[in-house]
């Protein structure tokens, strides 16, 4: 298994610029998750789905958008970048049925830079 | 919603030394609380949790404690070594009983280990 893998791993946009941070998971979890993570500020909650189809909001979800289509792909969306979107962002997942079972696998992140 | 407080930010020891981090929560109904550890370019990679109905759990050199009235639990790492040193972060969510498997993160705490 690949894990949770996010692509690009790097990214520069200007302000305005619209880009999709791509996720995927092949371990057929059902929770995915997008945080952000700004320098000594820990992991912020952007959007989470708790399967195909269901989408919420999580702490900050401002200037937004996901979709959740397949149980594997959870991509997220900046529509108008903005510099304040600057930060690393974080795809995660976990197989949650109520059980034992909330450990969260994390991809290895995408450093987006809004200039 | 849930608030998790996480001390120190930085932690400096020698190889060898032992380290402690600690972490409040505000909700009482939190009942999951795991630890994640993150390396230098890399995603967040759970190394141990503990569930609210067990006090102390250990792997090897590491430890969590949990004191629910004081609503607090640790991250103890003994005898530590170089390839210890990442950022640390704590979290806790309700789990099943509580209605919300997403966690609440706290926001980290920056390990170094001197030779």
């Known amino acids: 298994n690949a894990g949770v893998t996010q692509t690009p791993k790097f990214r520069i946009l200007k302000i305005g610029q619209s880009m999709t941070l791509q996720c995927a998971q092949d371990m057929n979890h059902n929770y995915m998750y997008w945080y952000r993570q700004d320098p000594g500020m820990g992991l912020k909650l952007i959007y989470y789905s708790v399967g195909a189809g269901i989408t919420d909001k999580g702490e900050v979800p401002n200037g937004y958008n996901v979709s959740r289509s397949t149980t594997e792909d959870f991509p997220l969306r900046l529509e108008l970048a903005a510099p304040s979107q600057t930060s690393v962002y974080f795809c995660a997942s976990s197989y949650t049925t109520g059980g034992n079972d909330e450990k969260l696998f994390f991809g290895s992140g995408t450093q987006l830079s809004v200039l | ?115």
Do not use: M
């Open chain 2, 1 to 115: 919603g849930e608030n998790v407080e996480q001390h120190p930010s930085t932690l400096s020891v020698q190889e060898g030394d032992s380290a402690v981090i600690k972490c409040t929560y505000s909700d009482s109904a939190s009942n999951y609380f795991p630890w994640y550890k993150q390396e230098l370019g890399k995603g967040p990679q759970l190394i141990i949790d503990i569930r609210s109905n067990v006090g102390e759990k250990k792997d090897q050199r590491i430890a969590v404690t949990l004191n629910k009235t004081a609503k607090h639990f640790s991250l103890h790492i003994t005898e530590t070594q170089p390839e210890d040193s990442a950022v640390y972060f704590c979290a806790a969510s309700k789990g099943r009983a509580g209605g919300s498997y997403i966690p609440t993160f706290g926001r980290g705490t920056s390990l170094i280990v001197h030779p």
